[in-house]
């Protein structure tokens, strides 16, 4: 297989056949030079918790995009974000980062979810029908991370689309030259706005998470200007495109499987465990990369010092050598830890708050809308990334 293999038509479709030839080839597959990939569970399991393999993103970036792509305030942006750097500079950024995002904190926003997905309801509830994606499912999380940075949420959907623009970034499949020059402009736009910001919060802290960012410190070191720049862009991109498009997953996929969903309706006391056996079955996030800091032996082959380890999360939480029937939707599902939201390390930061999110979206919607139903769901259209995966509109009506 080679990595383009991760990036036509058929794969944004469904990519799921394209994972079960990746498993059946074996438990690391060569996909370019100096790069690996893994679908198998166990495989995926023990390289994320590796401290072998780490991450060494400008070098990826200079083999992707060439000698002077490093250069570039994009990359240089995201070698700052904490999710792609290596201890110990890791460690002091997500300790910092922790103390903001901590349980009780996560709890508490719990309300605010629900405000928030009620008051959209409103907008729109009764219109009998509207396209979920962009009235529900994207401002859900966005209005929420909003409210957490304490920005103005008029300011939304503009910040949003940059966000969507930027995260393409992410993708394995090197970007072409206008879209490389299109998410450029839209991190240039971030970082314009939230560097602003940032001044204005420490000229007036207040108890928004930019503020506390500014103000927290371990040992007496906190963060630089541009550290924390990069990194509430991070909290901005991952705290509204990874979990609007796994509640277009989660709908779609209950609604393409309509007796558990109607299991759903009668007990809502499973919508957690629903919500993540979604995660497991269709998650937004679909790849973690790695690369190898020494030589390492994993399932009968050496990785190579040096190699890139493309981890693919899709296809782990469909290993048959994991779960019974992978296959297939399962509410009542009690098997493993979904790869969904990584682990070791670089376990999602934010997953509780992704949590919270996904269930209050299914409640709320469950309640307010029992007669709903999805309009085309064997023609929709799929956004063309190879990592974050979701549905471009999603027509509804009840």
Same mark, same amino acid.
């Given at each position: 297989?080679?990595?383009?293999?991760?990036?036509?038509?058929?794969?944004?479709?469904?990519?799921?056949?394209?994972?079960?030839?990746?498993?059946?080839?074996?438990?690391?597959?060569?996909?370019?030079?100096?790069?690996?990939?893994?679908?198998?569970?166990?495989?995926?399991?023990?390289?994320?918790?590796?401290?072998?393999?780490?991450?060494?993103?400008?070098? =990826?970036?200079?083999? !992707?995009?060439?000698?002077? +792509?490093?250069?570039?305030? %994009?990359? $240089?942006? @995201?070698?700052?974000?904490?999710?792609?750097?290596?201890?110990?500079?890791?460690?002091?950024?997500?300790?910092?980062?922790?103390?903001?995002?901590?349980?009780?904190?996560?709890?508490?926003?719990?309300?605010?979810?629900?405000?928030?997905?009620?008051?959209?309801?409103?907008?729109?509830?009764?219109?009998?029908?509207?396209?979920?994606?962009?009235?529900?499912?994207?401002?859900?999380?966005?209005?929420?991370?909003?409210?957490?940075?304490?920005?103005?949420?008029?300011?939304?959907?503009?910040?949003?689309?940059?966000?969507?623009?930027?995260?393409?970034?992410?993708?394995?499949?090197?970007? =072409?030259?206008?879209? !490389?020059?299109?998410?450029? +402009?839209?991190?240039?736009? %971030?970082? $314009?706005? @939230?560097?602003?910001?940032?001044?204005?919060?420490?000229?007036?802290?207040?108890?928004?998470?930019?503020?506390?960012?500014?103000?927290?410190?371990?040992?007496?070191?906190?963060?630089?200007?541009?550290?924390?720049?990069?990194?509430?862009?991070?909290?901005?991109?991952?705290?509204?495109?990874?979990?609007?498009?796994?509640?277009?997953?989660?709908?779609?996929?209950?609604?393409?499987?309509?007796?558990?969903?109607?299991?759903?309706?009668?007990?809502?006391?499973?919508?957690?465990?629903?919500?993540?056996?979604?995660?497991?079955?269709?998650?937004?996030?679909?790849?973690?990369?790695?690369?190898?800091?020494?030589?390492?032996?994993?399932?009968? +082959?050496?990785?190579?010092?040096?190699?890139?380890? @493309?981890?693919?999360?899709?296809?782990?939480?469909?290993?048959?050598?994991?779960?019974?029937?992978?296959?297939?939707?399962?509410?009542?599902?009690?098997?493993?830890?979904?790869?969904?939201?990584?682990?070791?390390?670089?376990?999602?930061?934010?997953?509780?708050?992704?949590?919270?999110?996904?269930?209050?979206?299914?409640?709320?919607?469950?309640?307010?809308?029992?007669?709903?139903?999805?309009?085309?769901?064997?023609?929709?259209?799929?956004?063309?990334?190879?990592?974050?995966?979701?549905?471009?509109?999603?027509?509804?009506?009840?």
């Amino acid at each position: 297989m080679k990595l383009t293999d991760f990036a036509t038509p058929t794969f944004f479709e469904n990519p799921y056949p394209t994972y079960q030839t990746l498993r059946a080839e074996g438990p690391l597959v060569q996909v370019a030079p100096h790069a690996l990939m893994s679908g198998h569970y166990d495989v995926v399991d023990a390289l994320l918790h590796d401290r072998r393999m780490g991450r060494s993103y400008m070098e =990826g970036i200079r083999k !992707l995009y060439g000698d002077e +792509a490093p250069n570039m305030p %994009l990359f $240089q942006g @995201f070698s700052r974000m904490f999710l792609l750097i290596n201890p110990p500079a890791h460690t002091l950024v997500r300790s910092l980062l922790m103390k903001v995002f901590n349980a009780r904190q996560m709890e508490g926003m719990r309300a605010v979810a629900q405000t928030t997905a009620h008051s959209l309801l409103d907008r729109f509830e009764a219109r009998g029908g509207a396209d979920l994606t962009a009235e529900f499912a994207f401002p859900l999380p966005v209005e929420i991370i909003c409210r957490m940075l304490d920005l103005p949420v008029e300011h939304a959907q503009q910040l949003g689309g940059a966000a969507s623009k930027i995260a393409k970034a992410l993708d394995p499949v090197p970007l =072409g030259a206008d879209e !490389l020059q299109i998410t450029s +402009a839209a991190y240039d736009e %971030l970082a $314009q706005y @939230f560097g602003g910001l940032i001044e204005e919060r420490r000229a007036q802290p207040g108890s928004d998470l930019i503020s506390m960012l500014i103000s927290v410190e371990e040992n007496g070191q906190t963060l630089s200007h541009d550290e924390i720049v990069s990194n509430v862009i991070l909290l901005f991109l991952a705290g509204h495109e990874t979990t609007s498009n796994m509640i277009g997953n989660m709908l779609v996929a209950l609604h393409r499987n309509p007796q558990q969903l109607e299991g759903l309706k009668r007990d809502h006391a499973q919508i957690p465990k629903a919500v993540l056996e979604c995660l497991r079955y269709d998650g937004s996030v679909q790849m973690a990369a790695r690369t190898a800091l020494e030589d390492i032996d994993v399932a009968g +082959a050496r990785i190579a010092r040096g190699t890139l380890v @493309f981890l693919s999360l899709g296809a782990a939480n469909r290993d048959p050598a994991k779960f019974v029937d992978p296959d297939r939707l399962d509410i009542t599902r009690n098997e493993g830890r979904v790869q969904t939201f990584g682990a070791g390390i670089h376990h999602c930061l934010g997953y509780r708050l992704a949590l919270i999110e996904l269930e209050t979206a299914l409640q709320v919607l469950l309640e307010r809308l029992p007669q709903l139903r999805l309009i085309g769901l064997d023609t929709l259209s799929w956004n063309q990334r190879g990592n974050l995966r979701g549905v471009d509109t999603l027509m509804a009506q009840w």
